[in-house]
């Protein structure tokens, strides 16, 4: 069995000539559910635009057992879902369906099954019925949900999620980790909520200046508080 | 994560970069003003104002191939001028024919559309110099200072600063479709989608970015309220210009005033 996530010695400057992400070898087996934290700035959402190869850096990165080269590109991407930050960057489509329907239409797979897994899709994320509603109305909790499905309509291996509980009031968010309890996925989220951490994943990774300084069980971890508080980070 | 959009700005300390931007916008306007209102066929005139440019290219330190391939990018716009070639009457050049029609090339529609690409390359370059060597907030200054409605003003700073915005938004919107443009592990089917389904995408894409360009100027219009915008745009009032950027200004304009008079008493 392969490693859902596999990252060796990976670095990247940005154009500008930030060194955004130095020496970074990280491992992910299937189903572990991970966190990735740090100050901002610190290189979290570069290192997750490397998994599906919308940067490229200098290393090696595997992802869903593919090694992620020009070639394996769109299998990546198939195989990783990655939820942005903002789910108005995520919902380009007119309806919550277009949006949902655009991993599988893009596979080209058949009208039905493209109709089974946004209504799977949807009913996983508990939002079923509002496929013919326009995202551009819904609560950021609702697109929040509609960001996730739009993914999972994929069927990927690995999730990952960036910043997924920012901007949510406490019961969308309260229902948002349910909801990211129950996915039986490999997962991996960037995030600010330690709260979040604690109760969902537990593994810990944390990243500062483009590195990883820290990368064990989030309990022993949350328990340091000199490690945490020296990377921007408070104990929940 | 933002978008490296080009800002023509150059940093530099060179007496260009350091002149009042004020001198600066009026001297480039009326520079370019002189070029367009030299008659046509003034040779000797263009090749003054061509080293005029030139020099001042060099005197800001930018170099003159910095600036020439970027004034390359007027050249398409000259391409409107070429009817001029077969429309203008006068002595043919040369005749050819093209299926039932004949064509004269005649040598003032020549003379005429090689003036206009000239002076317009020109132009172009003073506009380049002009952006490349004054900040655009400063730029912004010398506008309202020469009296340009402050509406106008505050339009172009507000689309000035809101261009990096809306890149930065179409580049992120441009990401999430590539995260999602995924290939099956099922043979036989080949990812994309057809034409019309991935241009209805890209439809909805650009109608997404507009509604939310519209809406983030009703909140940048709340938030201008807010802190007592009334619609009238204030600024602090500018010191008064150094007596030498007013001889250097004054100068110029005379310069450019005898190169338009010689032109247009011995060309027109």
């Not at chain 1, 070639?71 to 489509?93: T, Y």
């Amino acid at each position: 069995m392969h490693h859902s996530i596999e990252v060796y010695n990976l670095s990247y400057k940005y154009p500008d000539g930030h060194q955004a992400l130095s020496d970074v070898s990280l491992k992910i087996e299937p189903c572990e559910k991970v966190a990735l934290v740090g100050p901002n700035g610190a290189g979290k959402s570069t290192l997750i635009l490397h998994l599906i190869g919308i940067l490229t850096g200098q290393g090696e990165v595997h992802a869903g057992g593919l090694p992620v080269v020009k070639e394996n590109l769109s299998k990546v991407r198939a195989r990783v879902g990655l939820v942005f930050q903002s789910p108005d960057d995520q919902l380009f489509s007119p309806t919550v369906y277009d949006d949902v329907a655009f991993g599988p239409l893009y596979q080209c797979l058949p009208p039905d099954e493209v109709r089974q897994r946004v209504d799977e899709a949807l009913t996983t994320v508990g939002m079923s019925g509002y496929g013919q509603r326009v995202s551009h109305h819904l609560s950021v909790g609702e697109k929040k949900r509609i960001a996730i499905a739009t993914v999972l309509s994929m069927q990927p291996e690995v999730l990952v999620l960036d910043e997924p509980t920012s901007g949510l009031d406490p019961r969308a968010r309260r229902s948002l980790i349910n909801l990211l309890h129950d996915l039986p996925l490999t997962m991996l989220v960037s995030t600010h909520d330690m709260h979040l951490v604690r109760e969902l994943l537990p593994r810990m990774v944390i990243m500062d200046q483009g590195r990883i300084v820290a990368d064990g069980s989030t309990e022993q971890l949350m328990e340091d508080e000199a490690l945490l508080r020296s990377h921007g980070l408070e104990k929940p | 994560m933002h978008i490296h959009f080009l800002d023509p700005f150059r940093e530099g300390d060179s007496p260009v970069h350091s002149l009042d931007p004020r001198v600066k916008f009026i001297l480039v306007v009326s520079f370019i003003f002189t070029t367009s209102l030299t008659p046509t066929g003034a040779w000797p005139v263009y090749l003054l104002l061509l080293s005029l440019v030139l020099s001042v290219e060099v005197g800001s330190g930018l170099g003159i191939g910095y600036v020439l391939k970027r004034a390359l990018l007027a050249l398409p716009f000259v391409l409107a001028a070429v009817p001029l070639v077969l429309t203008l009457p006068g002595d043919p050049l040369f005749t050819f024919t093209l299926g039932s029609l004949t064509v004269t090339i005649t040598q003032p529609g020549v003379e005429r559309f090689l003036s206009i690409a000239f002076k317009s390359w020109i132009s172009v370059q003073a506009a380049i110099l002009l952006a490349s060597t004054t900040s655009f907030p400063d730029l912004l200054t010398a506008m309202r200072a020469v009296k340009i409605p402050s509406l106008l003003v505050s339009i172009f700073g507000l689309m000035w600063r809101y261009l990096f915005v809306l890149a930065d938004e179409a580049l992120r919107l441009l990401r999430a479709r590539q995260a999602r443009s995924g290939q099956t592990d099922r043979p036989g089917l080949k990812p994309g989608g057809s034409l019309s389904w991935r241009g209805r995408v890209a439809g909805g894409m650009a109608g997404s970015l507009f509604l939310r360009a519209f809406e983030r100027s009703d909140r940048i219009y709340m938030a201008m309220v807010a802190r007592g915008y009334d619609g009238e745009v204030r600024s602090t009032p500018l010191p008064a210009l150094q007596p030498g950027s007013k001889l250097l200004l004054s100068a110029s304009l005379l310069l450019f005033l005898v190169l338009l008079a010689a032109a247009i008493l011995f060309w027109s």
